[in-house]
């Protein structure tokens, strides 16, 4: 098969004051306009920074493009009922002509944010498969009934359905059981702080947990999220990621295998290195103060993006 190589982008670290919301309207517009493929939102419940929601931003997306797609990564399941959150997800697909690219996840390992919904934390993967299953049946449009362990569901039925028939569903997490889940029940996989050689292994990994289902997931679907820097000095574009890297999500090695902070030659080969681990689609996330964020993407856009759209 053709592989497509594709590069979407996820904001940076957003402004807690200041003109948050003109800042997300430029975005927008700036990459309806450039050669980014995709938006994406990530998804916290509760956090010292500003994180913005992300269904409601993505009807926001919806309603302001035509041509750019976007998604989750990831959205926090187990935070949602699997009806509603499929409804939303179709509407949002319906109303954007079938632009969504939804992923989901269990979340973080932060227990008191399931306490914040009322979801025990040790349910979270088995509530997570559950309504999967319940969200590919909503999708169907055709009226149903199911019984689980987390819902009981008589007679439901969903409309509009999503443009996309099927919708894809794409699963985030690094782990073992997100490979797990991702083989058995996502169309694709798409972790993040992975380096190279851990995604190869869990292609691998994946593919083979789908033939034990009966299933496949394509070979350009698969996928990963890498922190990113443009600077012709590479030590100062690693120093202004500094207070905006995430800490304890991966340590030092991993972090530095799996970010690529320099000149554009340099976050070219750290995708390159992915590619032949077995990676075809990409979101970029410029770790840098939020002023400096549009300018990040429109050098990726002008420096990097083209090289691999044009494959």
Do not use: N
Not at 42 to 69: C, M
Not at 145 to 165: C, E, H, I, N
Not at 274 to 293: E, I, N, T
Request: proline share 7%; glycine share 8%.
């Amino acid at each position: 098969m053709r592989i497509k190589y594709r590069i979407g982008v996820m904001p940076g670290p957003w402004p807690v004051d200041g003109d948050g919301v003109g800042l997300l309207w430029r975005l927008i517009d700036q990459c309806e306009r450039s050669d980014v493929d995709s938006l994406w939102f990530s998804e916290r419940l509760s956090s010292p920074l500003a994180v913005l929601e992300p269904i409601t931003t993505l009807a926001a997306v919806a309603a302001r493009t035509r041509r750019l797609k976007f998604g989750p990564s990831v959205l926090v399941l187990p935070f949602r009922a699997p009806v509603l959150a499929a409804r939303e997800l179709a509407m949002i697909d319906y109303l954007s002509a079938g632009r969504l690219l939804p992923a989901v996840g269990i979340g973080v390992e932060s227990e008191r944010e399931f306490d914040a919904v009322g979801v025990a934390f040790r349910e979270r993967g088995r509530r997570t498969d559950e309504a999967i299953r319940i969200m590919r049946l909503c999708w169907e449009g055709d009226e149903f009934s199911f019984a689980g362990d987390f819902w009981k569901l008589d007679r439901v039925r969903v409309l509009p359905t999503p443009v996309q028939r099927p919708l894809p569903l794409w699963i985030g997490g690094r782990s073992e059981a997100a490979m797990r889940r991702a083989g058995r029940l996502g169309d694709g996989w798409i972790p993040s702080f992975i380096t190279p050689a851990q995604l190869r292994d869990g292609v691998e990994r994946t593919q083979a947990f789908a033939r034990e289902a009966g299933r496949d997931v394509p070979l350009d679907h698969f996928g990963t999220l890498v922190y990113f820097g443009l600077d012709r000095d590479a030590r100062r574009a690693r120093a202004a990621a500094e207070p905006y890297i995430p800490k304890g999500r991966a340590d030092d090695a991993t972090l530095e295998a799996c970010t690529a902070f320099g000149p554009a030659e340099v976050v070219h080969t750290r995708l390159e290195e992915y590619v032949k681990a077995g990676a075809s689609k990409f979101v970029l996330r410029p770790m840098c103060p939020p002023d400096q964020m549009l300018d990040q993407l429109a050098q990726l856009a002008e420096a990097v993006i083209p090289a691999f759209h044009s494959r």
